[in-house]
């Protein structure tokens, strides 16, 4: 099919306009195509659109439709779904994620004497501590809220009724009753010191709730559990996972390095 046109006189531009010249379509010798009030069409091809000054604003690509914006979103509201592609500034919170540890077996653990275990497990039927796989670049925030029953058992030894608690970033998998090792992210003491050779069957029944971070360069696989050491053989700290007492492990993913270390 042959092609029709339409064409101004030399050196003049085309207007099709309306009578009164309030909507119209400019096609000059040189320069942009101006149409003049609204632009309605069922289907719009581009690649760019651009500011009225020409400045580059959205690129459409072929193939894909991605669309990608030159310059950032100053106002307005976005009501959709951020992509888990997403990239966002250092400093943003991007997940976060509880554990509530509500068992209906092996709802507490006991260690007695001096000896420093780890005091927590992932479930009721699995003994192995709490695992996540951690990403590049993010920091990790831990909050570990668990109750503690600190006590007198038996033998000479009479005072210091209190046991240390430990919080854990590991690089290998622990079970509870296990020997902790790894990065120690806080540390902390429950219960009460009493005089010397008190007889008084004194215990201390409270909950702790302690927190750590920890910045990763790479990914990795961690461990994150508690541990427990009381002073001495006559003591004994109880920590409980039941539906009564449940305990719970909070972890923030930070975008970025915001973890700062005063020495």
Request: hydrophobic share 30%; with cysteine; net charge negative.
């Amino acid at each position: 099919m042959a092609d029709a046109f339409f064409k101004p006189s030399s050196g003049d531009d085309l207007v099709l306009s309306n009578d009164d010249a309030s909507k119209k379509i400019e096609i000059p010798e040189s320069g942009d195509v101006e149409v003049t009030g609204d632009f309605k069409t069922t289907t719009l091809k581009a690649t760019n659109l651009k500011a009225n000054d020409g400045t580059p604003s959205i690129s459409i690509a072929d193939s894909s439709g991605n669309i990608s914006l030159n310059n950032p979103i100053t106002s307005g509201t976005f009501n959709g779904t951020i992509g888990s592609g997403a990239t966002f500034q250092n400093g943003i919170i991007e997940s976060q994620t509880i554990i509530k540890y509500a068992f209906d077996t092996n709802q507490s653990y006991n260690n007695q004497g001096s000896t420093e275990k780890v005091c927590t497990r992932s479930t009721d039927s699995d003994t192995a501590v709490y695992s996540l796989n951690v990403n590049a670049g993010y920091t990790y925030v831990y909050n570990f809220i668990i109750g503690f029953f600190v006590m007198y058992v038996s033998g000479s030894t009479t005072d210091r009724r209190y046991a240390v608690v430990r919080l854990y970033d590991d690089d290998a998998t622990k079970d509870i009753g296990g020997t902790p090792a790894g990065n120690i992210l806080n540390a902390g003491y429950i219960g009460r010191t009493l005089y010397a050779n008190s007889t008084a069957e004194t215990s201390s029944n409270d909950f702790i709730s302690m927190s750590g971070a920890a910045y990763y360069a790479s990914d990795d696989e961690r461990f994150i559990y508690l541990s427990s050491t009381p002073p001495h053989a006559s003591v004994k700290a109880q920590n409980y996972f039941s539906t009564d007492l449940p305990a719970y492990l909070y972890i923030s993913k930070i975008k970025g390095n915001v973890l700062t270390t005063n020495t």
